[in-house]
């Protein structure tokens, strides 16, 4: 394939994605016919040093695009893929014009950390960060106060950085924390106590729709009373313990025994 191929398809790429009623499996086949053609003519390895300008601005535009798009199907791991490939453009590649396209990407990464509880690797990446761009972009400030926030426990704070998001791509990553948020908060809630009205828990939960607040009790197994509005926990009281008597009752003679020869 020829570079003015390459550049037809990539700008036909971009209308796609750019369109209100963007086609997202039309995407994906620009996107895996353009990485191909990338491949073969080494602009996404890193055979790529002697491309022009021009040729690097091309790949780093379809990568971005790519993890865009990622994001939009619910792929993380074709994300982290394509963010992975960006490091190269953004860190080996200081001639080029910057993206404006890179912290907002570079921002998504660090909540697709802190979603999986990547702790360490969130902490590795920032450092990666020029110090101008880690106080002062909001993308980036963003990810660090959110970590923040889940390092105290302030899970409010955590539900409405939604209502702030850089960009619309951030509510995917910061819907699977609020996921395992509630979770943890239902493992405590289960061990505080045995029920909770059905209106404290969504409270709890940060749930506005008593619907959400029924799915996720079905998923959790709980019992609920429709004329009561609660919800009833499993408590360790209710399940059934199996006492070996046998066993303890030989073991208790065995040691009397023993004690017996000793005296």
Same mark, same amino acid.
């Given at each position: 394939? &020829?570079? $003015?191929?390459?550049?037809?398809?990539? $700008?036909?790429?971009?209308?796609?994605? =750019?369109?209100?009623?963007?086609?997202?499996?039309?995407?994906?086949?620009?996107?895996?016919?353009?990485?191909?053609?990338?491949?073969?003519? /080494?602009?996404?390895?890193?055979?790529?040093?002697?491309?022009?300008?021009?040729?690097?601005?091309?790949? %780093?535009?379809?990568?971005?695009?790519?993890?865009?798009?990622?994001?939009?199907?619910?792929?993380?791991?074709?994300?982290?893929?394509?963010?992975?490939?960006?490091? /190269?453009?953004?860190?080996?590649? /200081?001639?080029?014009?910057?993206?404006?396209?890179?912290?907002?990407?570079?921002?998504l990464n660090l909540v697709c950390l802190l979603s999986q509880n990547r702790i360490s690797d969130f902490h590795t990446a920032l450092?990666?960060?020029?110090?101008?761009?880690?106080?002062?972009?909001?993308?980036?400030?963003?990810?660090?106060?959110?970590?923040? /926030?889940?390092?105290?426990?302030?899970? =409010? %704070? #955590? +539900?409405?950085?939604? $209502? #702030? #998001?850089?960009?619309?791509?951030?509510?995917?990553?910061?819907?699977?924390?609020?996921?395992?948020?509630? =979770?943890?908060?239902?493992?405590?809630?289960?061990?505080?106590?045995?029920?909770?009205?059905?209106? @404290?828990?969504? &409270?709890?939960?940060?749930? &506005? @729709?008593?619907?959400?607040?029924?799915?996720?009790?079905?998923?959790? =197994? +709980?019992?609920?009373?429709p004329a009561e509005q609660k919800a009833y926990f499993h408590s360790s009281a209710d399940e059934k313990v199996t006492i070996p008597?046998?066993?303890?009752?030989?073991?208790?003679?065995?040691?009397? %025994?023993?004690?017996?020869?000793?005296?």
């Amino acid at each position: 394939m &020829t570079l $003015q191929n390459i550049k037809e398809l990539a $700008q036909a790429l971009k209308a796609e994605f =750019n369109s209100p009623s963007c086609n997202l499996d039309k995407c994906g086949q620009l996107l895996l016919k353009l990485k191909i053609a990338l491949m073969e003519i /080494s602009f996404l390895t890193h055979d790529a040093k002697h491309a022009s300008t021009e040729e690097l601005l091309l790949a %780093r535009d379809v990568l971005e695009i790519g993890a865009q798009w990622s994001i939009r199907t619910k792929d993380i791991d074709s994300f982290e893929r394509y963010i992975a490939q960006l490091q /190269s453009y953004y860190n080996d590649y /200081s001639h080029l014009p910057p993206s404006s396209q890179k912290y907002s990407l570079i921002g998504l990464n660090l909540v697709c950390l802190l979603s999986q509880n990547r702790i360490s690797d969130f902490h590795t990446a920032l450092e990666k960060i020029e110090p101008e761009q880690l106080h002062n972009n909001p993308s980036i400030q963003y990810a660090i106060k959110l970590e923040q /926030s889940l390092m105290e426990g302030s899970y =409010n %704070r #955590v +539900w409405s950085s939604r $209502q #702030v #998001v850089p960009a619309a791509e951030y509510l995917f990553f910061i819907d699977i924390l609020m996921g395992t948020i509630r =979770n943890e908060i239902a493992s405590c809630s289960e061990k505080a106590y045995t029920s909770l009205p059905l209106k @404290d828990a969504g &409270t709890l939960l940060f749930f &506005t @729709d008593m619907g959400d607040i029924l799915n996720f009790a079905k998923e959790r =197994n +709980w019992k609920v009373n429709p004329a009561e509005q609660k919800a009833y926990f499993h408590s360790s009281a209710d399940e059934k313990v199996t006492i070996p008597a046998e066993q303890i009752i030989k073991q208790a003679l065995f040691y009397a %025994r023993d004690m017996d020869r000793i005296v």
